[in-house]
């Protein structure tokens, strides 16, 4: 359906909150999960600083083990929804606490990545210089153009989130917070919601949104490959954003 908005602020704005929930539909296990790569590999050993300090050698091959998941992994139907969305002329900006690139791929043009993009790399010494890693891995002795080694471009443990205030910036803009496949535990992103509107309407979808939803968010308990292309159909075919209370019941 042709989109009725003409122009960038008469659209209404969706921010979606996005996490490891959405991404584990399409094989990428989390770190909670009890089998797959995390299994193995405690924490404190393989995403935090002070483990790079100690064994980089051990951090990168982890981390090419999951960039190899990552590449191997697809879009699935939450991913394509939000992107078509996006199509249909509405204005849709994703916040992500995941590293994989699945939005992308799935076609939306608006995202922004809490804690850094696995296919990529960056200086250990200037965050600011980062590189595209189409194929292959990192190994010890790829260097940055300072000399130093290049180490995965993420945010481990311990760490700033340098994206952090970009992304208050963001959701203070939203007419509609769409939270998908994380209980926001982990801080800071779990403080995002504190920066929404008064009078932003906030929507969770998880399998345990009755039990992870704070007061005054919608649960819809389903899940993201489920809810979020039931919510878009609903928001494409009103040519608004709004909570279907039959949806949700």
Not at 35 to 60: F, K, M, N, S
Not at 225 to 233: D, T
Request: hydrophobic share 45%; charged share 25%; with cysteine.
């Amino acid at each position: 359906m042709a989109s009725q908005f003409t122009r960038e602020h008469d659209r209404p704005h969706l921010v979606v909150l996005t996490g490891a929930g959405i991404s584990a539909e399409s094989g990428i296990q989390t770190f909670r999960a009890g089998d797959g790569l995390w299994a193995d590999h405690p924490i404190e050993e393989v995403a935090t600083p002070e483990a790079w300090r100690r064994d980089p050698q051990r951090v990168l091959r982890f981390y090419d083990q999951r960039r190899d998941q990552v590449r191997r992994a697809r879009p699935n139907a939450a991913h394509k929804a939000l992107a078509a969305l996006e199509q249909q002329g509405f204005r849709v900006s994703i916040v992500t606490q995941n590293i994989d690139d699945l939005h992308e791929r799935a076609g939306s043009r608006h995202v922004l990545h809490l804690h850094g993009e696995i296919l990529k790399a960056r200086s250990s010494v200037d965050p600011r210089m980062r590189y595209p890693l189409p194929r292959g891995g990192i190994a010890l002795g790829d260097l940055c153009d300072k000399g130093s080694q290049l180490r995965p471009d993420v945010v481990w443990f311990g760490e700033a989130v340098p994206h952090f205030p970009e992304a208050c910036e963001i959701v203070a803009e939203a007419d509609l917070l769409l939270v998908v496949g994380t209980s926001l535990a982990v801080m800071p992103a779990a403080s995002l919601l504190d920066h929404a509107a008064l009078d932003a309407p906030c929507v969770l979808v998880d399998p345990e949104a009755e039990v992870l939803a704070a007061p005054g968010v919608t649960r819809l308990s389903r899940l993201a490959g489920e809810g979020v292309p039931a919510l878009v159909r609903h928001w494409t075919r009103a040519g608004r954003l709004w909570v279907p209370e039959t949806l949700l019941e």
